[in-house]
T-cell receptor
Framework: DTEVTQTPKHLVMGMTNKKSLKCEQH?????MYWYKQKAKKPPELMFV???????INESVPSRFSPECPNSSLLNLHLHALQPEDSALYLC??????????????FGDGTRLSIL | AQSVTQLDSHVSVSEGTPVLLRCNYS??????LFWYVQHPNKGLQLLLK??????LVKGINGFEAEFKKSETSFHLTKPSAHMSDAAEYFC????????????FGKGTLLTVNP
């Protein structure tokens, strides 16, 4: 069992839908991350939150909108997605951003399919 | 700048034989290095990490890795493969500092034959 919980595990949506991905951790970590992973590729960083503030946005299209309501929760709001956005979306957390000794802990991801 | 090269995209072994997954890195800083494993339809699980303490690092499930600065390598080994080890393995380097990002290798798919 992972300590980072992501819901839903699977999501199928049309290009005009609005949906949200959720991530929760109770390890007291103060940095949280969203990654996108395509099949047979390593994860690609999308966003980094540090102490509930957005600190890195890797030039992600505005149809992806992150939100960090508190130190345990991270959401990713989706709107008007494209078929190429179909992927595994991974959430991760670490104790603090900037400490390279601290590993990131990953959830099992949400498998997103855009029709 | 930092980079990671996993030298094999696919490694196939028989159950009970040794596993060697190779990783070379480059980093401007004194790096932290990690190995993660990803089973099908799962997230990434941390196997082990090197953070400038002992150069031989022991991880979970019998895996270990040796940091060799002179060779800029961080190869992952296991004495005896088990069927449950079949998965994708990622070597990862961290640069720390104010722009903390992980740099992933392209991954090595490990197949374990009965």
């Amino acid at each position: 069992d992972t300590e980072v919980t992501q819901t839903p595990k699977h999501l199928v949506m049309g290009m005009t839908n609005k949906k949200s991905l959720k991530c929760e951790q109770h390890m007291g970590h103060r940095a949280m991350y969203w990654y996108k992973q395509k099949a047979k590729k390593p994860p690609e960083l999308m966003f980094v939150y540090s102490y509930e503030k957005l600190s890195i946005n890797e030039s992600v299209p505005s149809r992806f909108s992150p939100e960090c309501p508190n130190s345990s929760l991270l959401n990713l709001h989706l709107h008007a997605l494209q078929p190429e956005d179909s992927a595994l979306y991974l959430c991760a957390s670490s104790q603090v951003r900037g400490d390279s000794n601290q590993p990131q802990h990953f959830g099992d991801g949400t498998r997103l399919s855009i029709l | 700048a930092q980079s990671v090269t996993q030298l094999d995209s696919h490694v196939s072994v028989s159950e009970g034989t040794p596993v060697l997954l190779r990783c070379n890195y480059s980093s401007s800083y004194s790096p932290s290095l990690f190995w993660y494993v990803q089973h099908p339809n799962k997230g990434l699980q941390l196997l082990l990490k090197y953070t400038s303490a002992a150069t031989l690092v022991k991880g979970i499930n019998g895996f270990e890795a040796e940091f060799k600065k002179s060779e800029t390598s961080f190869h992952l080994t296991k004495p005896s493969a088990h069927m449950s080890d079949a998965a994708e393995y990622f070597c990862v380097v961290s640069n720390g500092g104010s722009n903390y990002k992980l740099t992933f290798g392209k991954g090595t798919l490990l197949t374990v034959n009965p």
